[in-house]
């Protein structure tokens, strides 16, 4: 049964659907916007921890590089047999 209050809350209807069907839109644009935001920030985040990753294996692989020409370098100098092998006292060199 209807009381008053409820009778004058539906008098003017159509414009109270308007108002609900504007407020249900406001609210689906307002969540498709936030998860697009937060999307967006949980690729970023991802793409950034990657990049870090590979600097630091690029890092790891340039000194593992410069280490191995050291070496080698060190290998010419003793007479093209290693440190550990050779007859000659390394400490002369």
Request: net charge positive; proline share 2%; glycine share 4%.
């Amino acid at each position: 049964m209807l009381d008053p209050s409820d009778i004058g809350r539906y008098r003017n209807y159509p414009a109270l659907m308007r108002q609900h069907e504007r407020a249900k839109r406001v609210k689906r644009n307002v969540r498709i916007f936030t998860y697009s935001i937060l999307v967006t920030l949980i690729i970023l985040l991802f793409l950034i921890i990657i990049s870090f990753m590979m600097f630091r294996w690029e890092k790891k692989r340039e000194l593992k590089n410069k280490e191995n020409i050291q070496t080698s370098a060190i290998y010419k100098v003793v007479g093209g047999h290693w440190a550990g092998q050779c007859s000659v006292d390394t400490a002369q060199v």
